[in-house]
């Protein structure tokens, strides 16, 4: 039986089918084949549809917060890691007030992630302290905030007004303290710019020798040169140039007669040419009449 | 046009023939890779380009080599260069294009001037090109070629280029080919609905002359007959110009329609049973090889049929000995028998028919040979047989064209109070 759907015609032999584009199909190609075009096509094209959509998505108020969000947790799941956390804190090189000090000063509470510590600002915090001359901060190994901090050791202790300051070899003040008793193994200075000279004060103490017990203070006069005090109220004056030799000359003569133990208020060794001493008003009344005895 | 598509790199071929429309893609490289050195040219061109597309499709609406039917032929021509382009991946709107057809007619031309100066310049070319005396062609036809063919200097003939040379006297030979104006503007208007732009022109048979004589041929005088669907090309080539062109209005489509006719077979059947089974002479062989023609009809008794080929050969060959004496006709009206060399040589689709070689030689002459184009780098297999002749002829022209007239300067005194088109001329040429 003959079928009933439409059979395609036989092709007439000979004749290769070869049908014409249209004309459009024809523009199409050639625009395809345009360089320029292509380029467009192909590169252009998706680069704007993945923009447009992601401006798009961006504009919208919750998809905003819900990226910011998602950042967030992202890094704090990365930040939070056992690897990066920092547990305790270490303070060397400091004495235990000066760790007290510090401790109250930077304030962090253990654990905490390395990312959250400002490094910088915790040593600028640590090196503000007037006796930390460095300091070195950083994340140990293990979790560990190490503070190396170099303090500064007081050498002397100088009376300003009422306050007893202590200062170290380079004259920085590096803490004050109550009373003279706290620090008696110190000398003390005072009088203005008693700091700026403080390694001359340094050598005059080390020169003292034997009357190293007996010496209360140094005194700067004028900001130019300095007065020995000894207890009983003597007092040494020393020139403004050369004091080290001035005060072995005195060191000399006490040593020789024991100048120190007599009845002397005053050494005066300014004018190196003519030291001058005064005595006490007994010692020169005594020392009058044995003239006049004579 | 021809040097914006070079410098665009790309230019399509198109071979517009009354039986295929064909298509070449072709991509010059710049400069030629193979220098003139001495003794060896440079290779007419051809070493500078690269076929990089090729296509053709059946023609519609070409007869005679001319166009018949314009929105068939726009179709055509869109297919072949879509194809092209398609395969050469890359988007052409150059085009050179040429056609068989359109009743081409020859005029030898002369004129003579007086040097100016002591030496011929380029001036004095155009002067002397200018000062031939162009017949009276008629209305309604357009020059397609112009090429001067042959320079005299006061008694030395034969001189190819006489630029700076001294004489006195400037004598120059040049073929004009005429065709008609209305099949170019078809042509033409067809190109254009194709969004392509017209980069050059040729006469078909010319073009086949190009690519199937070789250099010697062309050298020493030969006829190259170009047998195509619709129309069969003649061109006469003599010391490397062409000196004579015209066509016959018959080809292979009418062999194609007598067996048709005698066969009674539909024109697609009868094409193929000429293609496989044609011939032109006869053997005792031929009454005993029976051709099943077929047929689609349901009828048995008309679908059975069967032809000797003895048959088809019978009907063949009259048709194709009146296509060999038309251009014997042709040739003897040219004055072909006092050419030096009177090679001939036979190419196009036509050409393939067996035996027509011995054929050819009792009609034309001895010297017949059977001619298959130059090979060009990158042409695909398919495309290397004769009845891409004038394609292949197509891309030589484009890679190497001949000097035309109108590529010499325009006299100066042509142009008298011109001054403003010659500055613009200038701006054009130079920008």
Known sequence: MRSLTARRAPQPAGIRRDPAPTRWSYRYQ????????????????????????????????????????????????????????????????ADPYLTDAINEAVQLTFPLSSFDLDLAALRDTVARFGAVRDVVVRV????????????????????????????????????????????????????DGAKDAIDEALALFAATGPVRPRVRGLVRMGERRWDMILDRAQRILLPTQDPLAALDRVIALHEAEDLLERDVLVVDMRNAARPTMRLSEPAVAILRRAADNQ | MRKVAMQRGVIAILDVGTSKIACLVLRFDGPERFTTVDGVGPMAGQSSFRVIGAATTRSRGVRFGE??????????????????????????????????????????????????????????IGRVLAACDVPDYGAGREVLHAQPVNFALDHRSGMADPRGQTGARLTTDMHLLTVDASAIENLLYCIKRCDLELAGLASSAYVSGISALVEDEQELGAACIDMGGGATGISVFIRKHMIYADSVRMGGDHVTSDISMGLQVPLATAERIKTLHGGIMATGMDDREMIEIGGTTGDWELDRRTASRA?????????????????????????????????????????????????ASKILGQQ????????????????????????????????????????????????????????????????
């Not at chain 2, 292949?392 to 007239?405: I, K, N, R, S, Y």
């Open chain 1, 30 to 93: 050639r625009l395809m084949l345009t360089p320029a075009f292509r380029a467009l096509v192909r590169i252009g094209l998706p680069v704007l549809l993945i923009v447009f959509i992601a401006t798009a998505w961006i504009t919208n108020e919750a998809n905003r917060a819900m990226l910011t969000a998602q950042i967030a947790a992202l890094k704090a799941a990365v930040q939070d890691r056992p690897e990066f956390l920092v547990t305790g804190m270490e303070i060397d090189g």
């Open chain 1, 140 to 191: 140990q190994p293990g979790g560990t905030l190490s503070i190396a901090v170099d303090q500064r050791v007081p050498v002397a202790v100088w009376r300003y007004g009422e306050e007893l300051r202590l200062i170290d070899a380079e004259g920085v003040i590096t803490g004050l303290i109550q009373n003279r008793g706290d620090m008696a193994a110190l000398p003390l200075i005072a009088g």
């Open chain 2, 67 to 124: 166009v018949d039917a314009m929105a068939e032929t726009e179709r055509a021509i869109r297919t072949a260069v879509q194809s092209a382009q398609k395969m050469a991946k890359v988007r052409v709107d150059h085009v050179i294009a040429c056609l068989s057809g359109a009743r081409p007619r020859s005029y030898g031309l002369d004129g003579e001037v007086d040097v100016h100066g002591a030496v011929v310049t380029d001036q004095d």
């Open chain 2, 311 to 359: 048959e088809l050969i019978g009907i063949m060959r009259p048709r194709v000995e009146e296509i060999l004496e038309e251009v014997r006709l042709r040739l003897d009206a040219a004055g072909f028998e006092h050419l030096p060399s009177q090679k001939i040589v036979l190419t196009g689709g036509g050409s393939q028919i067996p035996g027509l070689d011995a054929l």
């Open chain 2, 368 to 431: 017949v040979r059977l001619g298959r184009p130059l090979r060009v780098q990158g042409l695909p297999q398919a495309a290397t047989g004769p009845a891409f002749a004038a394609a292949v002829g197509l891309t030589l022209f484009a890679a190497h064209p001949q000097d035309e007239w109108w590529d010499f300067e325009i006299p100066a005194e042509r142009h008298a109070g011109r001054s403003f088109k010659r500055a613009v001329k200038w701006f054009k040429d130079n920008w």
